[in-house]
C-alpha cells in the first residue's frame, strides 16, 4: 500500500518562510510528477508547485517567485520551500504524486494524495 505523509505546516507571521515535507512510502516502482497543491477555505484546490520525475518545475503565477518546489529521488520525497508567506497562502496543503506500482495484473500507475497539512499566516 502505497502512502503519501506530508509534514511541515504550521502558524506563521506574513513574511516569514516554511518548509513543506511528503514522503512516499511502499512498494514503489518509480515516482513520476509530483506537486503541491491548496485548498483554503470555501474554494477549490488549485495547483501551486509541479516537478516532473526529471526535475522540470512550473508554479502558479499567486506563488511564483515566493515558492520553491524540490524532489529527492533517493528518498521519494518532495519539498516546498514557502519564503514572504502572505495571509492569503492559508490553506490546507496537499501532495500529490504519480506512482507506478507492481501489481498482480502488472504495472500500474495511478494519482496518490497525502492527508493535507495545514498552514496559517497570520498578518
Known amino acids: 500500500q502505497v502512502q503519501l505523509v506530508e509534514s511541515g505546516g504550521g502558524l506563521v507571521q506574513a513574511g516569514g518562510s516554511l518548509r513543506l515535507s511528503c514522503s512516499a512510502s511502499?512498494?514503489?516502482?518509480?515516482?513520476?510528477?509530483m506537486g503541491w497543491y491548496r485548498q483554503a477555505p470555501g474554494k477549490q484546490r488549485e495547483l501551486g508547485a509541479h516537478i516532473t520525475s526529471g526535475g522540470s518545475t512550473n508554479y502558479a503565477d499567486s506563488v511564483k517567485g515566493r515558492f520553491t518546489i524540490s524532489r529527492d529521488n533517493a528518498k521519494n520525497t518532495v519539498y516546498l520551500q514557502m519564503n514572504s508567506l502572505k495571509p492569503e497562502d492559508t490553506a490546507v496543503y496537499y501532495c500529490a504524486a504519480d506512482i507506478t506500482t507492481a501489481q498482480a495484473m502488472g504495472i500500474m500507475s495511478r494519482d496518490y494524495w497525502g492527508q493535507g497539512t495545514q498552514v496559517t499566516v497570520s498578518s
Open positions: 511502499g512498494i514503489i516502482f518509480s515516482i513520476n510528477d
